[in-house]
């Protein structure tokens, strides 16, 4: 694991009782609560934005797997469950040329 690197940051007083409660209903410290959410947030923001560019064909299956840190078959299954598919075909274009290969 690497070493954590100690920063600074002012936050307005009602976030920072936000994140507060955030860490007494995980009974966790405040410190670990916020990089909890900032992991989250990177996380959450990262995955849209792979997911975005999946879609715009700018990025291949194995690069967005590496940017959000996953194996390649669990890229695969975050395509599933967020609706992106690898062919761009009309449903019925598929069906067609399915049932030409029979």
């Known amino acids: 694991m690497e070493k954590a690197v100690r920063i600074n940051t002012t936050l307005h007083p009602g976030l920072l009782k936000r994140i507060d409660f955030y860490a007494e209903q995980r009974l966790e410290d405040r410190s670990t609560a916020i990089r909890q959410l900032i992991a989250e947030g990177l996380r959450t923001e990262l995955k849209a934005k792979v997911i ?21 078959w669990e890229m695969q299954q975050i395509m599933d469950e967020e609706n992106v598919h690898l062919i761009d075909l009309p449903e019925g274009e598929i069906i067609k040329r399915q049932n030409n290969k029979l």
């Not at 999946?54 to 390649?72: D, F, G, S």
């Open 52 to 72: 975005g560019s999946l879609k715009e064909k700018k990025l291949t299956i194995r690069e967005a797997a590496q940017l959000l840190n996953v194996e390649y």
